[in-house]
């Protein structure tokens, strides 16, 4: 998957990710819960650009096509804003 290089791989791997299958589940802003997901397991903050390729990997497991994962920084960043105002 584009996108996914050895970090990301072993991120997903850690958060019990193991197939495209598994990713073909999830909704765009389940990349949210991976992220702080994955915070937990590791006991540290990730860049927020982590949430941009969870959702890059999300968008190609429901056969999208590949796009590099700052495409999705403006959506990401809009459900931040719109998640902060409740």
């Not at 190609?60 to 796009?67: F, I, L, R």
């Amino acid at each position: 998957m584009a996108n996914v290089g050895p970090a990301t791989l072993g991120d997903l791997k850690l958060l019990g990710i193991q197939r495209v299958a598994h990713l073909a589940k999830l909704q765009p802003s389940d990349a949210f819960v991976l992220w702080r997901k994955l915070g937990r397991l590791t006991g540290g903050l990730h860049d927020p650009c982590v949430i941009d390729v969870f959702m890059s990997v999300i968008s190609q497991a429901h056969g999208n096509n590949p796009c590099p994962w700052w495409h999705f920084t403006k959506q990401r960043k809009a459900m931040m804003a719109a998640h902060a105002k409740h």
